[in-house]
């Protein structure tokens, strides 16, 4: 298990009674395959308990993702204005 798993399911697991998956968004830069089978540290934050939710991939690097990924691309930018565009 990585960080990143057990980070996400932690606080999916604390916070369940209040906040579904689907109800999330996740987001980071590396989601891409860096080998078949062995994908970035971020993809790590896709599991079973964080699957309903949203998964978006900032960075600008080709490769394969999982299916549930979307690539935006943009950089840090592009979640930055993502959170402000949530204060609206």
């Known amino acids: 298990m990585t960080p990143e798993t057990s980070r996400s399911s932690i606080y999916l697991t604390s ?3 209040e906040v ?3 109800e999330c968004s996740f987001w980071g830069d590396e989601f891409v395959g860096i080998q078949e089978g062995l ?3 971020d993809s790590f934050m896709l599991t079973h308990k964080t699957e ?3 998964f978006f991939d900032v960075s600008s ?3 394969v993702r999982h299916d ?3 690539v ?3 950089g840090i930018s592009k979640f930055i ?3 402000i565009e949530q204060e609206k």
Do not use: V
């Open 15 to 17: 916070l369940c009674r």
């Open 20 to 22: 579904k998956a689907e």
């Open 39 to 41: 994908y970035g540290s």
């Open 52 to 54: 309903a939710g949203d």
């Open 61 to 63: 690097l080709e490769g």
């Open 68 to 70: 549930k990924i979307q």
């Open 72 to 74: 935006l691309g943009g």
């Open 81 to 83: 204005q993502f959170l």
